[in-house]
């Protein structure tokens, strides 16, 4: 038979084993770190499902500016969109690290015009390494010396979030009429 001071001993181990895992499972910190968690995890997916309702918001709205003006825009796996309104005969093809001089309107796809050459002068810059909207960088490899086209750039590739504090609206798509008016293979390579 079991002798009563081991069933004592083993009874009082029993509750302080089980107290002890009560204690750590409730214990404050480790709940406010599980509710920090929580909340992190939940406003990260809350800011995801805004980012996609923005995405989906601005792809109606170029949706609707192409069909609107009745051009066939080829669209990019980044969400770029464009129409190459003039041809070149015989340009070069673009790539990163050309230095390109070009002709350009930016405006919203309302029509307001923001940015212009015809203000601001010819806009050069180096393919992949200016700082200008990423979207610009990314459309214009699908273009050759000469053409001249419209481009249609996502705000997250454009000015974002915030716009550019300036001209361009927060979360504003925009639209570049271009011309490429030169392409040189960068020199300092």
Same mark, same amino acid.
Request: proline residues 3%; hydrophobic residues 35%.
């Given at each position: 038979?079991?002798?009563?001071?081991?069933?004592?001993?083993?009874?009082?181990?029993?509750?302080?084993?089980?107290?002890?895992?009560?204690?750590?499972?409730?214990? /404050?910190?480790?709940?406010?770190?599980?509710?920090?968690?929580?909340?992190?995890?939940?406003?990260?997916?809350?800011?995801?499902?805004?980012?996609?309702?923005?995405?989906?918001?601005?792809?109606?709205?170029?949706?609707?500016?192409?069909?609107?003006?009745?051009?066939?825009?080829?669209?990019?796996?980044?969400?770029?969109?464009?129409?190459?309104?003039? /041809?070149?005969?015989?340009?070069?093809?673009?790539?990163?690290?050309?230095?390109?001089?070009?002709?350009?309107?930016?405006?919203?796809?309302?029509?307001?015009?923001?940015?212009?050459?015809?203000?601001?002068?010819?806009?050069?810059?180096?393919?992949?390494?200016?700082?200008?909207?990423?979207?610009?960088?990314?459309?214009?490899?699908?273009?050759?010396?000469?053409?001249?086209?419209?481009?249609?750039? /996502?705000?997250?590739?454009?000015?974002?979030?915030?716009?550019?504090?300036?001209?361009? /609206?927060?979360?504003?798509?925009?639209?570049?009429?271009?011309?490429?008016?030169?392409?040189?293979?960068?020199?300092?390579?």
């Amino acid at each position: 038979m079991v002798s009563r001071q081991f069933l004592y001993l083993s009874f009082r181990w029993l509750i302080l084993t089980v107290s002890s895992m009560l204690f750590s499972f409730c214990h /404050p910190d480790k709940i406010e770190n599980e509710a920090n968690t929580f909340n992190q995890d939940k406003v990260k997916q809350q800011f995801v499902k805004a980012n996609q309702q923005v995405v989906v918001k601005e792809n109606d709205e170029m949706d609707y500016f192409q069909k609107s003006h009745k051009m066939s825009f080829v669209k990019t796996t980044s969400g770029i969109r464009y129409f190459v309104y003039k /041809p070149s005969e015989k340009g070069d093809s673009i790539k990163n690290d050309d230095v390109l001089k070009i002709n350009y309107t930016v405006s919203l796809l309302d029509g307001t015009e923001c940015y212009s050459s015809k203000n601001e002068g010819l806009k050069e810059f180096t393919v992949g390494m200016e700082n200008m909207e990423d979207g610009l960088h990314k459309a214009v490899l699908f273009l050759k010396s000469g053409d001249k086209a419209l481009i249609l750039i /996502p705000s997250h590739l454009a000015h974002g979030l915030l716009g550019d504090s300036k001209k361009i /609206p927060p979360q504003s798509p925009i639209l570049y009429d271009l011309e490429i008016v030169s392409v040189k293979k960068n020199q300092s390579k």
